[in-house]
Antibody, heavy 123, light 108 residues
């Protein structure tokens, strides 16, 4: 069974930093691209960042580009999101999700999700 | 950026009836269109990918259809556990990967 468990959320002042982690199990982590998706309180889903299976390719939403860094440790089957220069508008539940990825025949979106870790940015 | 627009924002349907949710893309997304279900306090769950393929374990009452820029999620006979928020999402042309704003399916 695929499991994704996020951690590292908390309360931080504007301008501060946090590092989120996502511990993955139940699948061959190093074979899959991974993403972070966030959800502000009472709002919809917003894609934040994606990293390729080897870590060599990364992508970011414009809203976080230059402030957030995504990385992974395939030996530890863990995904990370380093968040710097945090703003009030970064307050959200941050989900780790597997994908999107393609096989030889089919492309898949986010096919497994964690339960999320809450980040609150406030003075 | 491809903008995804869902309608209606809220849909009120009685249990046992059919629900039809719509999603429109600002440009063609080919077959890279997915639907998710989210219940309170839970992470999203993948229902449909590739426009019409049900994800593992998803009941047959859920079906997806459409092409190009217009897509539909149909729930043929609503069960109590189906009342939730539903999101469409495209990963045809990214970054960014974009979601619709969601449709809340509530009990009539």
């Amino acid at each position: 069974e695929v499991q994704l468990v996020e951690s590292g959320g908390g309360f931080v002042q504007p301008g501060g930093s946090l590092r989120l982690s996502c511990a993955a199990s139940g699948f061959s982590f190093s074979s899959y691209a991974m993403s972070w998706v966030r959800q502000a309180p009472g709002k919809g889903l917003e894609w934040v960042s994606n990293i390729g299976h080897s870590g060599s390719s990364t992508y970011f939403a414009d809203s976080v580009k230059g402030r957030f860094t995504i990385s992974r440790d395939n030996s530890r089957t863990t995904l990370y999101l380093q968040m710097n220069s945090l703003r009030a508008e970064d307050t959200a539940l941050y989900y780790c999700a597997r994908g999107p990825y393609c096989t030889s025949s089919t492309c898949y979106p986010f096919d497994s999700w964690g339960q999320g870790t809450l980040v609150t940015v406030s003075s | 950026e491809i903008v995804m627009t869902q309608s209606p924002a809220t849909l009120s349907v009685s249990p046992g009836e059919r629900a039809t949710l719509s999603c429109r893309a600002s440009q063609s997304v080919g077959t890279n269109l997915a639907w998710y279900q989210q219940k309170p306090g839970q992470g999203p769950r993948l229902l449909i990918y590739g426009v019409s393929t049900r994800a593992t374990g998803i009941p047959a009452r859920f079906s997806g259809s459409g092409s190009g820029t217009e897509f539909t999620l149909t729930i043929s006979s609503l069960q109590p556990e189906d009342f939730a928020v539903y999101y469409c999402q495209q990963n045809d042309d990214w970054p960014p990967i974009t979601f619709g704003q969601g449709t809340r399916l509530e009990v009539k």
